[in-house]
Protein backbone atom coordinates (compact mmCIF):
# COMPACT_ATOMS: atom_id res chain seq x y z
CA UNK A 1 0.00 0.00 0.00
CA UNK A 2 1.21 3.59 -1.20
CA UNK A 3 1.11 5.80 2.00
CA UNK A 4 2.20 9.19 1.46
CA UNK A 5 0.40 12.67 3.13
CA UNK A 6 -3.38 12.75 2.44
CA UNK A 7 -5.67 14.90 1.34
CA UNK A 8 -8.58 14.74 3.79
CA UNK A 9 -11.63 16.10 2.45
CA UNK A 10 -14.10 14.99 5.47
CA UNK A 11 -14.10 15.96 8.69
CA UNK A 12 -13.62 14.55 11.53
CA UNK A 13 -17.12 13.97 13.36
CA UNK A 14 -18.57 13.40 16.28
CA UNK A 15 -22.28 12.37 16.48
CA UNK A 16 -23.91 10.40 19.21
CA UNK A 17 -26.18 6.92 18.66
CA UNK A 18 -29.00 5.47 20.37
CA UNK A 19 -31.21 2.16 20.13
CA UNK A 20 -34.49 2.28 21.73
CA UNK A 21 -37.12 -0.58 21.89
CA UNK A 22 -39.02 -2.67 23.99
CA UNK A 23 -38.32 -5.33 26.32
CA UNK A 24 -40.05 -8.45 26.51
CA UNK A 25 -39.97 -11.70 28.38
CA UNK A 26 -40.84 -15.16 27.91
CA UNK A 27 -39.95 -17.94 30.42
CA UNK A 28 -40.62 -21.45 29.01
CA UNK A 29 -41.68 -23.70 32.15
CA UNK A 30 -40.06 -27.15 33.29
CA UNK A 31 -40.61 -30.38 31.40
CA UNK A 32 -43.96 -31.98 32.05
CA UNK A 33 -45.57 -28.87 32.75
CA UNK A 34 -46.42 -27.17 35.78
CA UNK A 35 -48.19 -29.67 38.67
CA UNK A 36 -49.24 -29.47 42.23
CA UNK A 37 -46.70 -27.21 44.06
CA UNK A 38 -44.97 -25.76 41.10
CA UNK A 39 -44.61 -21.80 40.53
CA UNK A 40 -43.44 -19.57 36.78
CA UNK A 41 -40.43 -19.76 38.91
CA UNK A 42 -39.66 -22.98 40.04
CA UNK A 43 -40.62 -25.91 42.09
CA UNK A 44 -40.10 -25.59 46.09
CA UNK A 45 -37.44 -28.09 47.62
CA UNK A 46 -36.32 -28.95 44.38
CA UNK A 47 -33.46 -27.80 42.00
CA UNK A 48 -34.86 -27.75 38.53
CA UNK A 49 -34.27 -26.76 34.73
CA UNK A 50 -35.36 -23.73 33.46
CA UNK A 51 -35.19 -22.25 29.86
CA UNK A 52 -34.23 -18.41 29.14
CA UNK A 53 -36.06 -16.88 26.27
CA UNK A 54 -35.69 -13.14 27.03
CA UNK A 55 -35.34 -10.72 24.23
CA UNK A 56 -33.29 -6.86 25.37
CA UNK A 57 -33.20 -3.75 23.85
CA UNK A 58 -31.42 -1.18 25.15
CA UNK A 59 -31.01 2.63 24.80
CA UNK A 60 -26.83 3.12 24.19
CA UNK A 61 -25.39 6.27 23.05
CA UNK A 62 -21.66 7.58 22.55
CA UNK A 63 -19.53 10.04 21.04
CA UNK A 64 -16.64 8.89 17.97
CA UNK A 65 -14.56 10.33 15.68
CA UNK A 66 -15.42 9.15 11.92
CA UNK A 67 -13.30 9.61 8.82
CA UNK A 68 -14.21 9.31 5.83
CA UNK A 69 -11.20 9.11 2.82
CA UNK A 70 -10.80 11.59 0.71
CA UNK A 71 -12.20 9.72 -2.21
CA UNK A 72 -15.48 8.20 -0.37
CA UNK A 73 -17.67 7.08 -1.65
CA UNK A 74 -15.96 6.62 -5.37
CA UNK A 75 -19.30 4.41 -6.27
CA UNK A 76 -18.28 1.35 -4.20
CA UNK A 77 -18.14 0.32 -0.39
CA UNK A 78 -14.84 0.64 2.34
CA UNK A 79 -13.12 -1.36 4.26
CA UNK A 80 -13.49 -0.24 7.79
CA UNK A 81 -11.35 0.15 10.90
CA UNK A 82 -12.83 0.44 14.35
CA UNK A 83 -10.29 1.97 17.30
CA UNK A 84 -10.49 1.21 20.64
CA UNK A 85 -8.07 4.25 22.99
CA UNK A 86 -6.50 3.31 26.48
CA UNK A 87 -7.41 4.27 29.59
CA UNK A 88 -5.85 7.36 29.77
CA UNK A 89 -8.21 8.68 26.84
CA UNK A 90 -11.33 8.21 28.52
CA UNK A 91 -13.75 11.43 29.16
CA UNK A 92 -15.46 14.11 27.25
CA UNK A 93 -13.17 15.36 25.32
CA UNK A 94 -12.89 13.81 21.95
CA UNK A 95 -9.21 15.57 20.89
CA UNK A 96 -7.93 13.31 23.68
CA UNK A 97 -8.70 10.10 21.47
CA UNK A 98 -6.85 11.31 18.49
CA UNK A 99 -3.42 11.02 21.10
CA UNK A 100 -2.60 7.84 19.58
CA UNK A 101 -3.15 5.64 16.87
CA UNK A 102 -4.91 6.01 13.46
CA UNK A 103 -7.01 9.03 14.59
CA UNK A 104 -3.54 10.82 15.34
CA UNK A 105 -2.09 9.53 12.06
CA UNK A 106 -5.64 11.56 10.21
CA UNK A 107 -5.03 14.50 12.48
CA UNK A 108 -1.42 14.70 11.81
CA UNK A 109 -1.56 13.78 8.33
CA UNK A 110 1.18 11.64 8.55
CA UNK A 111 -0.16 8.89 6.20
CA UNK A 112 -2.81 7.84 4.16
CA UNK A 113 -5.38 5.60 5.57
CA UNK A 114 -7.70 4.20 2.98
CA UNK A 115 -10.24 3.14 5.36
CA UNK A 116 -13.41 3.86 7.00
CA UNK A 117 -12.31 4.42 10.35
CA UNK A 118 -14.30 4.38 13.83
CA UNK A 119 -12.87 5.64 17.04
CA UNK A 120 -15.55 5.87 19.79
CA UNK A 121 -14.61 7.33 23.21
CA UNK A 122 -15.37 5.93 26.73
CA UNK A 123 -16.38 7.85 29.55
CA UNK A 124 -14.36 8.65 32.47
CA UNK A 125 -14.22 5.88 34.76
CA UNK A 126 -15.67 3.06 32.61
CA UNK A 127 -14.87 0.71 30.31
CA UNK A 128 -15.68 -0.79 26.68
CA UNK A 129 -18.92 -2.08 26.55
CA UNK A 130 -19.46 -4.50 23.59
CA UNK A 131 -22.83 -3.74 23.72
CA UNK A 132 -22.20 0.18 23.03
CA UNK A 133 -19.41 -0.67 20.28
CA UNK A 134 -22.21 -3.66 18.58
CA UNK A 135 -24.58 -0.56 18.22
CA UNK A 136 -22.23 1.40 16.98
CA UNK A 137 -20.70 -0.92 14.03
CA UNK A 138 -24.46 -1.45 13.07
CA UNK A 139 -25.03 2.38 13.26
CA UNK A 140 -21.85 2.84 10.72
CA UNK A 141 -22.93 0.14 8.76
CA UNK A 142 -26.67 1.47 8.20
CA UNK A 143 -25.50 5.30 7.09
CA UNK A 144 -22.03 4.55 5.16
CA UNK A 145 -20.58 2.85 2.38
CA UNK A 146 -18.93 -0.17 4.58
CA UNK A 147 -17.56 -3.41 2.66
CA UNK A 148 -19.47 -5.88 5.63
CA UNK A 149 -16.44 -8.34 4.31
CA UNK A 150 -13.78 -6.10 5.19
CA UNK A 151 -13.97 -4.91 9.55
CA UNK A 152 -11.25 -4.74 11.34
CA UNK A 153 -10.53 -4.05 14.48
CA UNK A 154 -7.79 -2.50 17.08
CA UNK A 155 -7.20 -1.22 20.34
CA UNK A 156 -4.17 -0.69 22.76
CA UNK A 157 -3.84 -1.16 26.24
CA UNK A 158 -7.80 -1.06 27.96
CA UNK A 159 -8.82 -0.93 24.11
CA UNK A 160 -6.71 -3.61 23.42
CA UNK A 161 -8.78 -5.23 26.22
CA UNK A 162 -11.67 -4.35 24.57
CA UNK A 163 -11.01 -5.77 21.11
CA UNK A 164 -9.71 -8.99 22.70
CA UNK A 165 -12.90 -9.53 24.26
CA UNK A 166 -15.52 -7.70 20.98
CA UNK A 167 -14.17 -10.39 18.82
CA UNK A 168 -14.66 -13.24 20.75
CA UNK A 169 -18.44 -11.88 21.73
CA UNK A 170 -19.01 -11.36 17.97
CA UNK A 171 -16.65 -13.90 16.43
CA UNK A 172 -17.78 -13.85 12.87
CA UNK A 173 -18.20 -10.18 12.53
CA UNK A 174 -14.36 -8.88 11.83
CA UNK A 175 -11.92 -9.52 9.28
CA UNK A 176 -8.60 -9.32 11.69
CA UNK A 177 -7.63 -8.07 14.94
CA UNK A 178 -4.71 -6.55 15.72
CA UNK A 179 -4.29 -5.95 19.90
CA UNK A 180 -1.62 -3.92 21.54
CA UNK A 181 -0.12 -3.71 24.68
CA UNK A 182 -3.28 -5.62 26.36
CA UNK A 183 -4.74 -9.35 27.29
CA UNK A 184 -8.14 -10.72 27.71
CA UNK A 185 -9.70 -13.84 29.22
CA UNK A 186 -7.63 -16.77 27.27
CA UNK A 187 -10.23 -19.52 27.70
CA UNK A 188 -12.37 -17.42 25.26
CA UNK A 189 -9.55 -17.52 22.59
CA UNK A 190 -10.24 -20.80 20.59
CA UNK A 191 -13.31 -18.93 19.10
CA UNK A 192 -11.09 -16.54 17.47
CA UNK A 193 -8.82 -19.80 15.85
CA UNK A 194 -10.37 -18.89 12.66
CA UNK A 195 -9.69 -14.72 12.93
CA UNK A 196 -6.06 -13.57 11.68
CA UNK A 197 -4.33 -11.89 14.37
CA UNK A 198 -1.36 -9.60 14.63
CA UNK A 199 -0.41 -8.73 18.29
CA UNK A 200 2.08 -6.92 19.08
CA UNK A 201 3.65 -6.24 23.16
CA UNK A 202 6.89 -4.52 24.63
CA UNK A 203 8.86 -7.17 26.78
CA UNK A 204 9.83 -4.03 28.99
CA UNK A 205 5.77 -3.38 29.59
CA UNK A 206 5.32 -2.66 33.20
CA UNK A 207 1.77 -1.48 33.02
CA UNK A 208 0.21 -4.87 31.59
CA UNK A 209 3.18 -7.69 31.75
CA UNK A 210 3.74 -9.42 28.23
CA UNK A 211 2.62 -12.20 29.32
CA UNK A 212 -0.84 -11.76 29.24
CA UNK A 213 -0.38 -11.21 25.31
CA UNK A 214 1.70 -13.78 25.27
CA UNK A 215 -0.26 -16.71 26.64
CA UNK A 216 -3.08 -15.86 24.09
CA UNK A 217 -0.73 -16.13 21.67
CA UNK A 218 0.11 -19.46 22.98
CA UNK A 219 -3.96 -20.84 23.22
CA UNK A 220 -4.01 -19.66 19.81
CA UNK A 221 -1.03 -21.44 18.43
CA UNK A 222 -2.46 -24.96 20.35
CA UNK A 223 -5.88 -24.66 18.68
CA UNK A 224 -4.26 -24.05 15.65
CA UNK A 225 -5.65 -20.15 15.36
CA UNK A 226 -4.17 -17.73 12.36
CA UNK A 227 -2.43 -15.33 14.89
CA UNK A 228 1.07 -13.42 14.39
CA UNK A 229 2.86 -12.15 17.16
CA UNK A 230 5.78 -9.22 17.50
CA UNK A 231 7.40 -8.66 20.69
CA UNK A 232 9.30 -5.52 20.92
CA UNK A 233 12.31 -6.32 22.91
CA UNK A 234 12.99 -2.89 24.15
CA UNK A 235 9.88 -1.47 24.29
CA UNK A 236 7.61 -0.55 27.68
CA UNK A 237 4.30 -0.30 27.30
CA UNK A 238 3.94 2.25 24.42
CA UNK A 239 4.00 -0.41 21.38
CA UNK A 240 1.42 1.04 20.07
CA UNK A 241 3.48 4.51 18.20
CA UNK A 242 5.71 2.10 16.64
CA UNK A 243 2.88 -0.21 15.16
CA UNK A 244 0.52 2.18 13.98
CA UNK A 245 3.52 3.89 11.80
CA UNK A 246 4.46 0.70 10.10
CA UNK A 247 2.67 0.55 7.13
CA UNK A 248 3.21 -3.57 6.78
CA UNK A 249 0.14 -3.23 9.28
CA UNK A 250 -2.02 -1.87 6.59
CA UNK A 251 -1.37 -3.64 4.27
CA UNK A 252 -1.74 -6.81 6.52
CA UNK A 253 -5.36 -5.78 7.57
CA UNK A 254 -6.03 -5.66 3.68
CA UNK A 255 -5.12 -8.53 2.70
CA UNK A 256 -7.47 -10.44 4.88
CA UNK A 257 -11.52 -10.41 4.05
CA UNK A 258 -13.91 -11.87 6.91
CA UNK A 259 -13.91 -16.07 6.37
CA UNK A 260 -10.86 -16.04 3.99
CA UNK A 261 -8.06 -15.94 6.95
CA UNK A 262 -5.59 -17.18 4.18
CA UNK A 263 -2.17 -19.12 5.30
CA UNK A 264 -1.33 -19.24 8.87
CA UNK A 265 1.43 -18.01 9.90
CA UNK A 266 4.60 -19.23 10.97
Not at 10 to 26: K, V, Y
Not at 38 to 66: A, K
Not at 123 to 143: C, G, H, K, N, Y
Not at 235 to 246: E, I, L, R
Request: proline share 8%.
Amino acid sequence: MRIGRPRIASALLAAPIAIAGACTTAMQAAPGGPGEGTTMHGVPGQQVERTLNRRIVRDVSGRYLLFLPADYPSGRRWPLLLFLHGAGERGDDLDRVAVHGPPRIIREATAALPFIVVSPQVPDDRIWSVQFLDALLEEVMATHAVDADRIYLTGLSMGAYGAWHLAMEYPDRFAALVPISGGATITGACTLRHLPVWAFHGALDEVVPVSRTEELVARLRDCEGHVRYTRYEDVGHDAWTATYANPALYDWLLSHRRGLPGPRDE
